[in-house]
């Protein structure tokens, strides 16, 4: 019991021991609500990892399950076809070591927008996407330039397939004058582009939940639910994409709304922060290693 409030002691990604608030019945639906409905219909197993790190409550995984399961909006979506990614052969060491870029090509919503230019790092599965109107060279400059590289620094490498548009002089001669490595998939190993493919099959599916009024507009809707997926356990990693690129999760609706914080150790300076800061990441980069490198073997 902390300040008149039952926890339980509980494991957590990786096994690493979390505090879970003992929930009431009267608040599980709209915590069910909150990180399921609200969090991109990513699925039964990422919203019970996500309730798991935050709450208790007897039968809970039944309960999330049945939740899910029932899900008028998840039903009705048309899920694409469930397959294996091939193995890929790109490799990584850390973050903006490499990232992998690609477009989706969706009908134009409300605004003009009908393409996703999607931006991925490798190694801690991050992601970004980008609405747009056309996939033009000068286009893809400045979306990189403007919204990517200003918030996230210069990755060592980028990856895409052979688009025109990818391999267009102009935005090989910004990558050459940043110093930014290019490289790109050749028809004999079109398998390098494996983890992009598995983000567009989930990006389109989350779509997918939208309401037919939202769809309409469906590029306002981009970033919440790319937020979702991000905020979320990757099975590749055994961490979500936010906290290996971050150094903590982010904090959710549901985690102010009931006091909680998945950080529980504070700090008393900045040095002292870098330094856990540090530590924490060396010793999930390393697990994330282990268990990327443990699926694609059983792939």
């Not at 598995?198 to 769809?215: D, P, Q, V, Y």
Request: hydrophobic residues 35%; contains cysteine.
């Amino acid at each position: 019991m902390l300040d008149g409030v039952v926890y339980r002691r509980g494991p957590s990604t990786n096994a690493e021991e979390t505090q879970q608030l003992f929930l009431p019945t009267k608040h599980r639906e709209s915590v069910l609500r909150s990180l399921h409905d609200e969090h991109g219909h990513l699925g039964a197993e990422r919203t019970f990892k996500l309730v798991r790190d935050r709450f208790y409550w007897p039968c809970m995984r039944a309960e999330v399950e049945s939740y899910c399961h029932s899900c008028l909006r998840c039903i009705q979506r048309k899920a694409l076809p469930t397959r294996t990614a091939p193995m890929s052969h790109l490799q990584s060491q850390g973050p903006m070591d490499l990232v992998c870029i690609d477009f989706l090509c969706l009908e134009p919503d409300a605004s003009g927008q009908g393409n996703i230019l999607i931006v991925t790092d490798h190694f801690t599965r991050y992601a970004q996407a980008f609405s747009t109107k056309d996939q033009r060279a000068p286009t893809v400059a400045k979306v990189l330039m403007e919204k990517f590289f200003v918030h996230y620094g210069l990755p060592r490498k980028i990856h895409s397939d052979q688009g025109r548009d990818f391999e267009s002089r102009l935005v090989g001669q910004l990558l050459e004058l940043l110093g930014i490595q290019k490289t790109r998939t050749t028809p004999y190993h079109p398998q390098g582009d494996a983890q992009p493919e598995r983000f567009n099959r989930t990006l389109l599916n989350m779509l997918g939940t939208l309401s037919n009024t939202e769809k309409q507009s469906w590029s306002r809707h981009i970033a919440t639910l790319v937020h979702a997926y991000n905020s979320t356990e990757s099975d590749a990693t055994g961490y979500s994409p936010y906290r290996l690129m971050f150094g903590r999760e982010a904090r959710l609706p549901v985690d102010l709304a009931f006091g909680l914080s998945l950080d529980q150790t504070s700090v008393a300076s900045h040095r002292n922060y870098v330094d856990r800061l540090r530590k924490n990441l060396a010793s999930a980069f390393e697990q994330a290693r282990l268990t990327s490198g443990n699926r694609e073997q059983r792939n």
